[in-house]
Nanobody
Framework: VQLQAFGGGFVQPGGSLRLSCAASGSLFRISTMAWYRQAPGKQREWVATITGGGNTIYLDSVKGRFTISRDNAKNTLNLQMNSLKPEDTAVYYC???????WGQGTVVTVSS
């Protein structure tokens, strides 16, 4: 399984970004997928998970601001990030938990 994340960028506090992760392979639709992030000088942390059936869970600090979704027809995982804060600055990674595969990461910078 190969994963490629994209959509990161620079945004001011309160702004929005939409991350996407393109996945190869025919088992995407049954894989539980997740987003993680790693801020400068910190350990990588889990952000959100979506099951093949569409059930979602979120890190408390992003609940209500981030929305994870998937398009099984396009083998794509998404993360809509609203009301962004400087502490959301990190490299964001997508993960296929079924195959334990990681994407290469996309950088999100939130700053005024």
């Amino acid at each position: 399984v190969q994963l490629q994340a994209f959509g990161g960028g620079f945004v001011q506090p309160g702004g929005s970004l939409r991350l996407s992760c393109a996945a190869s392979g025919s088992l995407f639709r049954i894989s539980t997928m997740a987003w993680y992030r790693q801020a400068p000088g910190k350990q990588r942390e889990w952000v959100a998970t979506i099951t093949g059936g569409g059930n979602t869970i979120y890190l408390d600090s992003v609940k209500g601001r981030f929305t994870i979704s998937r398009d099984n027809a396009k083998n794509t995982l998404n993360l809509q990030m609203n009301s962004l804060k400087p502490e959301d600055t990190a490299v964001y990674y997508c993960k296929d938990t079924y195959f334990d595969s990681w994407g290469q990461g996309t950088v999100v910078t939130v700053s005024s």
